[in-house]
C-alpha cells in the first residue's frame, strides 16, 4: 500500500483487494492515457484518473503484445498550478523501476532539489536517454504530506521584509557568482554563514528556533525525494476525493521564494491553515517538467 494515498483521500484502504478494485477502475475508467513504443518493441502505457482537480493515481505497465497488459506500478499523483524553477533540469532513470527522478539546482533554496518526475510519458517521448541538463525548461513542483501542522507567523512590518528580500537577493547573487568560480563570492558566502552561525547560537538561548527562522527546505530521511519544511502559506484551496468523499487542503507554500503546493488530508493536519501562517511538515516532492 502506497504510504501517500491517504494524501489525496484514500485514508481508509486497509486490504489489497480494496486497493485493486481502486487500481482496476483507474484501469477501466481513466481520464487520460498514454502510449510509447519503447526499443524492446514493447509499448509502455499509462492510465491516470482524477480523483479530484489534478489530483489522482497514475498506474503504469506495458503491453509486449496488442492484448496483454504487464502492470508494473503505481502512484499518486498532484500537479502543481505554479511555475517553482527554471532552472536547467536533469532526469535520471531509477534503477528498480521505469520511473524517472528529476534533479535541479535551484539557489533560492540551497539545496539540490530533487523529485519524482510526474509526466515521464513526455520525457520517454521527447529526449533522448542522456543524462545531461535540460535546457530552457521549468518545473511546477508538488508535495504529499500525511503529516504537517500550522504555526503562527513571524511578525514583520513593511520595512523588515524588504530588508529581508534584499538580504536574499545579495545572496542568491553571491551563490550564482560562486557557482561560476568566483572566490571572493566563495569568502562572503563563508563569512556570512560564519556570522549566521553566531547570531543564532546566541539567540537560542533564549529564544525558540521557531521564532528565530521563518521558512526553511531540508532534506530529510534517507530517500532523496522527501524534505522537512517550513513555509509561508500563500493560498488555501479545498479538495474533495469523488471517490471516498474526504476533504484535503491544497496549500501553496513559500520556502525562501521557492513557490510550490502540498496536498494534505484534512485529518492529518494539525490546525487551521490561513494566509501568511506558516505550515510545518515532511513532503514527498514531485515535479512535473514543462517540456
Partial sequence: MHKYLRAIGFSNLKTRRELKKILNDVLKNPTEKQYVSLEDDSIAVEYRKEFADSIGITVCGAYSDEIEFDY?????YFIGSNVSSTEDISVERHAEKDSYAGICDDLKVGVTLIFYLQ???????????????IPHTSVNLSGFSVNGSIMLPL??????EMAVKQVEKNRNDLLAAARNGDEDAIEDLTMDDIDTYNAISRKIRN???????DTYF??????????S????????????NSVTKEKIYI??????DLIFDICINKKDLIGEPAVHRRFKGIIWLQGHINF
Fill in 207 to 213: 529564544e525558540d528556533v521557531y521564532s528565530l527562522v
Fill in 251 to 256: 496549500i501553496t507554500l513559500n520556502c525562501n
Fill in 155 to 160: 511578525k514583520k512590518n513593511p520595512q523588515q
Fill in 119 to 133: 509526466n515521464r510519458m513526455d520525457y520517454i517521448k521527447r529526449i533522448n536517454r542522456s543524462n545531461s541538463p
Fill in 229 to 240: 519544511v517550513l513555509g509561508e502559506i500563500e493560498e488555501v484551496r479545498n479538495a474533495e
Fill in 218 to 227: 531540508m532534506p530529510y530521511g534517507i530517500e532523496c525525494d522527501h524534505y
Fill in 72 to 76: 508494473e506500478f503505481y502512484y499518486p
